[in-house]
């Protein structure tokens, strides 16, 4: 087994409708920014919803209340996180149209940008690719 090269790029994509698993995500994000990786999140599917301003609604488990009952860090907090860290995120242009998402609709919590998923994958096709 070889020795992981540092500087490899790591693309994140998240397509769940599971808020855990969009919030592990960029919890992940931002753990590898922190260790000096390249990384940058695809927000697809089902997952879009999580970046819309009502994101609340689709908590349907009401995990964000419980991470911060147990002082861990909220969405917010965590794209806050990605933000400082300036984790690249971009959001599937695709799956905004099929959900019916008014770009107006989207967070402005950090900064998401559209990006077709043949765009995002050409661009990390030499580093390592995450489903989430």
Avoid: R
């Amino acid at each position: 087994m070889g020795k992981p090269n540092s500087n490899s790029s790591n693309l994140i994509i998240t397509f769940s409708n599971d808020f855990y698993k969009f919030y592990y995500a960029l919890s992940l994000a931002s753990t590898l920014k922190a260790t000096d990786k390249d990384v940058s999140i695809f927000i697809s599917g089902y997952a879009c919803h999580f970046i819309k301003k009502n994101w609340q609604d689709y908590d349907k488990e009401g995990i964000n209340e419980k991470l911060k009952k147990k002082k861990m860090g909220s969405i917010e907090e965590m794209l806050a996180y990605c933000k400082e860290l300036e984790v690249e995120i971009f959001y599937c242009e695709s799956a905004i149209e099929f959900l019916n998402i008014n770009t107006k609709e989207i967070t402005n919590l950090v900064s998401i940008k559209p990006k077709s998923m043949y765009s995002v994958l050409n661009s990390y096709k030499q580093g390592e690719i995450i489903f989430i």
